[in-house]
């Protein structure tokens, strides 16, 4: 469990400013006959003072600055809530970030939906916030004693939210610290009533934007952990993981350590698991994935947000979809809650109020991970329940806990191959002692996500013809993902080194890529760069452990037809992505057919040397079995291979599918046997010998040109892909 930190350096606005606020609200302070005195009354009135006007009731929360309590107007007997915050315990910075909350208050009071500011004392000793009273209380708190829950109520509680991020950011205001605490409710019998509460570190944005570093670990928007200038879309980041947690009943992104978090975030890695998100809606995941995406312009805003197809779907519909389930994830999450509340006096001596004025992400994870263990022993201490139990440990958990920089366990060796994102070369273990492969990435701000979200994949991934990673550093200047060395080379190296070459090799060969694409696609993985030189052999006195590699294309896949960025080797290239059409993972069953087509005939399909030329022969299938080294090749191979190479990506074959094939399991190996395909292996051979390799002869492309950005038509798209 990792303890709540807010993460703040210095505020972006000058002390004078609320200074002048400061002086204009307090000459305006007198006994009220009505709440809202305050803010309504003549500059010239003399001052109010908080006690004429109210009485504190019973007090809610206590934190480390101050206490929150119910509070009864003496005149009207309403009842509203009060924050007393303790100006002595306020340094200078802290100070002006209550009269920013002031000034961001006072212009919200239009806004419906939030926890809005009635009347403001202030006295050289405290700030008294009096604000409506949320008599539900906490969303979250109040949805787990709920008996029934669907996917309608979580639809009307996300659409409330997003509306009230659309008119605050109209105004080019930004919340900065949304997550489950800060939702609450106006009703206890109304659980659509929300409303947002916390503006401590609300913010104007700028022209140039913000990059104050503030927020709540899990929920914090992944341009802000890396110090870049950030807008309002940090906020749609933060309401795309409360709406997974009102549909799915966890937060999107956990560990236990908060460098482990941090780089979950970065990388976007999270998941719909599938026993938990089985009768959620694939409009809900839709809308969370453009919510939850690294990159702040290809971010769903809160107007296109309400744009997507789940806030038109039929009540009845929605209705239907029980997510009583997911409540009693809610409880768990309140339970955490309420153990980290326990140690709310004590977090100042944990150091976890100090602010963090760090210059990048790395110093920032190491300032946070340096309070964990002491955390944790504070909270023990004053709950005698330990949280500091080891975490099942995991293929990447070794760097997490030693601590240790890559040089002082690995020692670098000989350069394996070079690549367009890093070079991949053998190292050594020195607590394993063994060789494994190192992929060196230099870190920059461009790559990370992308470098984090391969290592994450990888590490998902658990299956015998899949590449495992070993171990992930992440350095100054350099990432390192450890892999397992396939010292073998790839199937080409196979091909070459048999004495004969039948059909039965080739089979043998496309049904272990079969199995592993298999594996990954049931991960909600697209690989996107399937290939020959992708399949490594183990070693090269073994051609039985062939496993494929190469993940630096990958990508999750949370819903059908959601990928849109053209990466790939071009001569393996998937049809729809040279179309500019949202593609998923049957991308990378057309790639394994253009391999099949490859080890059956020793050459390309598609062979033109103009890419252009290319590329239209791929987009239409141009291609054929007329040459001689198809004569003596079945036509169970064939049709194979004509169901993969479909151009059409909804009538193309699925890994399960072809695993079903009589090519792979209808026919016996005596009979392929038979079939030699030695004519194919010269094919290769002559190809080699003339420095013509096919393992050489394309390089990888990869254009990050985001398209269906227009909303509309990318939600006719999707209405298409799903009545097809």
């Known amino acids: 469990m990792i303890p709540d930190i ?13 200074i002048k606020i400061d002086n204009q609200i307090r000459s305006i302070m007198s006994l009220s006959e009505k709440p809202g005195a305050t803010l309504e009354a003549d500059i010239n009135k003399p001052d109010h003072v908080f006690e004429n006007d109210y009485v504190i009731d019973k007090e809610l929360r206590a934190g480390s600055f101050g206490v929150v309590s119910t509070t009864r107007h003496k005149k009207t007997n309403e009842l509203f809530a009060v924050k007393v915050v303790n100006r002595a315990k306020l340094t200078k910075k802290d100070d002006e970030v209550h009269f920013r909350e002031i000034a961001m208050m006072k212009d919200m009071i239009g806004i419906e939906n939030i926890v809005r500011l009635v009347d403001i004392y202030i006295t050289p000793e405290a700030f008294y916030f009096v604000q409506v009273f949320a008599r539900g209380g906490d969303v979250f708190d109040r949805l787990v004693k709920r008996k029934s829950y669907t996917e309608l109520d979580a639809r009307v509680l996300s659409d409330v939210l997003i509306k009230t991020m659309r008119d605050m950011h109209k105004k080019k205001i930004c919340h900065r610290d949304l997550k489950p605490e800060n939702i609450l409710l106006k009703c206890p019998k109304d659980d659509a009533s929300i409303m947002v509460a916390d503006f401590g570190f609300t913010k104007y944005v700028p022209e140039e934007g913000l990059k104050t570093r503030c927020g709540t670990p899990a929920f914090i928007a992944p341009e802000i952990l890396v110090g870049k200038c950030y807008n309002t879309q940090a906020d749609m980041w933060s309401v795309g ?68 197809p789940w806030f038109s779907e039929c009540n009845t519909r929605l209705s239907s979809r029980d997510l009583s389930g997911s409540l009693s994830e809610m409880e768990r999450f309140n339970s955490k809650r309420e153990l980290r509340s326990a140690v709310t006096k004590i977090r100042a001596a944990a150091k976890l109020a100090q602010n963090f004025q760090v210059e990048n992400i790395l110093d920032l994870m190491k300032a946070t991970d340096e309070h964990v263990e002491e955390v944790q022993e504070k909270i023990e201490e004053a709950t005698g329940r330990s949280v500091a139990s080891p975490p099942r440990m995991s293929q990447l958990n070794m760097s997490l806990v030693k601590k240790a920089s890559f040089a002082k366990l690995y020692s670098v060796r000989d350069k394996i191959q070079s690549g367009t994102s890093g070079d991949v070369k053998k190292c050594y273990s020195r607590v394993h002692r063994k060789e494994y492969a190192v992929k060196i990435i230099p870190t920059n701000g461009h790559t990370d996500a992308q470098v984090l979200q391969e290592v994450s994949i990888m590490n998902h991934i658990n299956h015998e013809n899949v590449v495992a990673v070993v171990d992930f550093f992440e350095e100054d200047d350099f990432f390192y993902i450890v892999m397992e060395l396939m010292a073998g080379g790839d199937v080409f190296d196979r091909i070459l080194d048999l004495k004969t070459y039948t059909e039965k090799d080739a089979r043998d060969l496309v049904k272990i890529l079969l199995v592993a694409v298999n594996n990954i696609h049931q991960s909600g993985v697209a690989h996107r760069d399937i290939k020959p030189q992708n399949l490594f052999l183990e070693s090269k006195e073994s051609n039985s452990v062939i496993k494929v590699g190469d993940f630096g294309s990958a990508v999750r896949v949370h819903t059908p037809k959601s990928l849109n960025i053209k990466v790939g080797t071009p001569s393996y290239v998937a049809p729809e992505i040279l179309k500019n059409e949202p593609y998923d993972q049957s991308c990378d069953m057309w790639s394994v057919g253009v391999v099949a087509y490859v080890l059956l005939s020793g050459y390309l399909p598609f062979a033109q040397k103009d890419q252009e030329k290319k590329f239209e022969a791929i987009k239409s299938g141009d291609y054929t079995f007329e040459s001689e080294e198809w004569s003596e090749i079945s036509d169970e191979a064939k049709n194979l291979v004509k169901g993969l190479m479909n151009t059409n990506p909804n009538t193309r074959l699925t890994a399960s599918q072809a695993l079903r094939s009589r090519w792979i399991h209808a026919i016996s190996d005596k009979c392929l046997s038979r079939r030699s395909l030695d004519s194919s292996m ?25 398209i269906g950005l227009n909303v509309s038509g990318h939600i006719r798209r999707v209405r298409d892909a799903n009545k097809t």
């Open 241 to 308: 993981c409360i709406v997974f947690m009102l549909i799915g009943g966890y937060p999107p992104f956990r560990d236990t350590t908060h460098r482990g978090l941090f780089r979950k975030i970065r990388g976007a890695n999270f998941m719909f698991d599938i026993s938990r998100w089985k009768n959620a809606s694939m409009q809900s995941r839709e809308l969370i994935t453009n919510l939850l995406t690294v990159e702040p312009s290809q971010r769903l805003d809160a107007n296109k947000s309400l744009l997507m």
């Open 6 to 18: 807010n993460l703040r350096s210095q505020p972006d606005t000058s002390f004078a400013d609320f």
């Open 682 to 706: 010269r094919q290769v051979k002559d190809k080699q010998s003339r420095g013509q390799s096919i393992a050489a002869a394309f390089e990888k492309f990869k254009i990050k040109s985001k």
